[in-house]
C-alpha cells in the first residue's frame, strides 16, 4: 500500500502564557530581600539617567512643588495607599499614576533664552562677589570656628565615631599585636610570624612542623621553640595542633596541669567524649562523682581558641512589615524607610520632551523611562503582595500573636494562596527571605507555614509547637538522668500529641539536642 503526503494548515487556538522581560522582573523583584532589593536599585540607578534617588530634603521639596516645571516625582510606593487596591476611573480603565490624565496640561520646557538668561544671573552675582570689601567681613564677622560653627555644619550630620563600622579583628591580627610586644629576636619573630599566619580559623596549627622548618630554611626544633612561646598567647589554646593540646594548654594557662581534668585530657579523651564514666573512674581509681566534676572543668573550656575572632560579618534582619496590637486588632504596616524610593529626573524629562533633541537621544531615553516606569511598578506590586500576604498570615495565625509560639497552627502555603487569590509560587516567592516584627519577636514569614502533627483531639498541632514542647521538656529533665526519645513521645502523648520515637529523633536533632546519653551529667 502506497504511502501519501500532504501539506496543510491547521489553525487552533490556545492560551499560553508567556514570560516577557517585565514579567521575568517582576519576579525577580519580588523574591529579593531588602539588601538584595537595595543593590538591584542601586545598580538600575548607575545605568539608568531616568532614575534617581528621592532623598532631597524637605525645602528641595517644597521648591520643586511650588516650580512650575517641576520634577514628577513619583516613588516606589510613595503617596499610594498600601492597604487597598489602586483606584480607578473605570473597571475597565486603571489609573495609571505615571501617566498624565488627559485634561492635565503639560509642565512648560525651559527654552534656550531661559537658560541663558539663569546662567547670566548666576554670573552677575559671582561678579558681586569680586567687589566685596573681605577686609571689612573678616573684622565684623569672626573666623573662630569655636565661636561661629554653622548649625547646619557637616560635623553635625557625621555619625558618632562609636558608629563607625570597622573591619572584625582576625585572629592573626591579634596575635601579631602582642607578637609586636615581645622581645623575641628578629629571627625568631621571623618564625612565630610564619606559624601566626599558617593558623586556621579556629586558632588551630595544621601545617607539619617539618614544612615549616623547610619553608623558614631552620630546623624543626627551632620552630617548636619558638612554637611553645606563641602558644603561651591570649587566647589560651591557640597555636595547638589538635582538640587535646588546646585543651591542655587552657589547663595549663589555669594551672591545672596536674589535675585529674588534665590527666583525663591527655590519657582517656576518647572515652569521656563517649560519657563513659565508669570506664575512667576504674582507670584512674577514683569515684564517679570525681569524674564529673572533672568533666564540668573541661566542658568549660573553649575547644576553638579563634571562635571570636574574624568570621564573617554578622547579617542584621531588617523587618519588611510590623504587625502592631492596637485595641483589639493586628495592623499590618509596612517598612517604607527600607525600601529604596525613586523618582524620574526631571532634566532628562525636559530633553526627551524637547523636539530639538536628536531623535536617537529622544528613543533612548524613551526606553530607558519605560525600563524606569518597570522597576517603580514592580517594587509597588511587591509590597503589595508583602502586605496582603502578611494580612492573611495574621488571620490565619491570631492565636500565635495572642499567646506565642505554643498556639502556632499547621498552615500551608495553598491556604494563604486561596485566600488572597494568588498562586501559591507567589507565596513562596513572596515569604522568601522577608521578615516580620511582631510582639512575639521577629520572625521570617516562612516561620509561619508549618506542617502538623496528628492530635488525639483530631486537630493537627503545628511542628514548631511541638518541637517547643520537647525543649521545653529537654531543659526540665534531670541531668543525672536525661529523657530518652521514646519517653519523650510517651509524655507528648499523654498531652494529646500522638508522635512516634523516631519523629522526636528528628526534632530533637532539628533543635540541636544531643541524645540522651550525651546529655547526662554525674557528680
Known amino acids: 500500500m502506497a504511502l501519501e503526503v500532504k501539506l496543510g494548515q491547521d489553525l487552533r487556538l490556545r492560551q499560553q502564557l508567556v514570560m516577557t522581560p517585565q514579567l521575568q522582573q517582576a519576579i525577580k523583584i519580588l523574591q529579593l530581600s531588602l539588601p538584595e532589593l537595595e543593590t538591584v536599585v542601586q545598580t538600575e540607578l548607575e545605568q539608568n539617567p531616568m532614575l534617581e534617588p528621592l532623598d532631597q530634603s524637605p525645602a528641595e521639596a517644597a521648591r520643586e512643588a511650588e516650580a512650575p516645571d517641576g520634577d514628577g516625582v513619583v516613588a516606589a510606593g510613595e503617596d499610594e495607599r498600601l492597604g487597598a487596591e489602586p483606584e480607578a476611573t473605570s473597571p475597565e480603565e486603571p489609573v495609571d499614576d505615571w501617566e498624565p490624565g488627559d485634561g492635565a496640561p503639560e509642565a512648560p520646557l525651559k527654552t534656550l533664552e531661559t537658560e541663558a538668561h539663569d546662567a547670566a544671573v548666576e554670573l552677575k552675582e559671582l561678579d558681586g562677589l569680586a567687589k566685596l570689601d573681605w577686609n571689612d567681613y573678616l573684622e565684623t564677622y569672626s573666623n573662630n570656628w569655636q565661636e561661629s560653627t554653622p548649625a547646619d555644619s557637616e560635623d553635625d550630620h557625621r555619625s558618632a565615631l562609636e558608629n563607625t563600622s570597622s573591619r572584625r579583628r582576625t585572629i592573626e591580627d591579634y596575635l601579631m599585636w602582642q607578637l609586636g610586644l615581645t622581645t623575641m629576636s628578629e629571627a625568631d619573630q621571623r618564625i612565630a610570624a610564619t606559624i601566626i599566619y599558617n593558623l586556621n580559623d579556629d586558632g588551630y596549627l595544621e601545617t607539619p612542623l617539618d614544612e615549616l622548618a623547610q619553608q623558614l630554611e631552620t630546623?624543626?626544633?627551632?620552630?617548636?621553640?619558638?612554637?611553645?612561646?606563641?602558644?603561651?598567647?591570649?587566647?589560651?589554646?591557640?597555636?595547638?595542633?589538635?582538640?587535646?593540646?588546646?585543651?591542655?594548654?587552657?589547663?595549663?594557662?589555669?594551672?591545672?596541669?596536674?589535675?585529674?581534668?588534665?590527666?583525663?585530657?591527655?590519657?582517656?579523651?576518647?572515652?569521656?567524649?563517649?560519657?563513659?564514666?565508669?570506664?575512667?573512674?576504674?582507670?584512674?581509681?577514683?569515684?564517679?562523682?570525681?569524674?564529673?566534676q572533672a568533666h564540668k572543668i573541661i566542658a568549660m573550656l573553649e575547644p576553638k581558641p579563634g571562635r571570636d575572632y574574624g568570621g564573617e560579618e554578622p547579617t542584621y534582619v531588617v523587618p519588611d512589615v510590623y504587625i502592631h496590637k492596637i485595641g483589639a486588632e493586628y495592623i499590618v504596616t509596612l517598612n517604607r524607610d527600607a525600601v529604596p524610593r525613586l523618582r524620574i529626573a526631571g532634566y532628562y524629562q525636559r530633553v526627551m520632551n524637547d523636539s530639538n533633541s536628536a531623535p536617537e537621544t529622544r528613543e533612548y531615553l524613551q526606553e530607558r523611562l519605560r525600563?524606569?516606569?518597570?522597576?517603580?511598578?514592580?517594587?509597588?506590586?511587591?509590597q503589595q503582595t508583602i502586605f496582603k500576604v502578611a494580612n492573611s498570615i495574621v488571620k490565619f495565625q491570631r492565636a500565635f500573636f495572642d499567646h506565642g509560639i505554643s498556639q502556632l497552627k499547621p498552615l500551608v502555603l495553598k491556604d494563604v494562596a486561596e485566600d488572597i487569590g494568588m498562586h501559591e509560587s507567589t507565596i513562596s516567592r513572596a515569604t522568601a527571605n522577608k521578615y516580620a516584627h511582631t510582639p512575639q519577636g521577629i520572625f521570617e514569614l516562612k516561620f509561619f507555614f508549618t506542617s502538623g502533627v496528628k492530635a488525639a483531639t483530631g486537630e493537627d498541632v503545628s511542628a514548631e509547637t511541638v518541637k517547643e514542647q520537647i525543649r521545653a521538656l529537654v531543659t526540665a529533665e534531670e541531668p543525672g538522668n536525661p529523657l530518652s526519645d521514646q519517653a519523650i513521645a510517651e509524655m507528648l502523648r499523654a498531652r494529646q500529641i500522638n508522635i512516634a520515637r523516631r519523629t522526636v529523633a528528628k526534632y530533637r536533632q532539628a533543635l540541636g539536642i544531643l541524645p540522651s546519653a550525651n546529655r547526662k551529667q554525674v557528680g
Open 219 to 292: 630546623t624543626a626544633g627551632e620552630v617548636e621553640r619558638v612554637l611553645k612561646r606563641v602558644q603561651r598567647f591570649d587566647p589560651p589554646g591557640c597555636a595547638a595542633r589538635d582538640l587535646r593540646e588546646c585543651l591542655l594548654l587552657q589547663l595549663e594557662n589555669l594551672g591545672m596541669e596536674g589535675s585529674l581534668a588534665a590527666r583525663i585530657v591527655r590519657e582517656r579523651l576518647d572515652l569521656l567524649e563517649k560519657h563513659r564514666y565508669g570506664e575512667i573512674s576504674k582507670q584512674f581509681g577514683v569515684s564517679v562523682e570525681m569524674v564529673g
Open 371 to 382: 525600563s524606569a516606569k518597570w522597576l517603580v511598578k514592580s517594587i509597588y506590586q511587591r
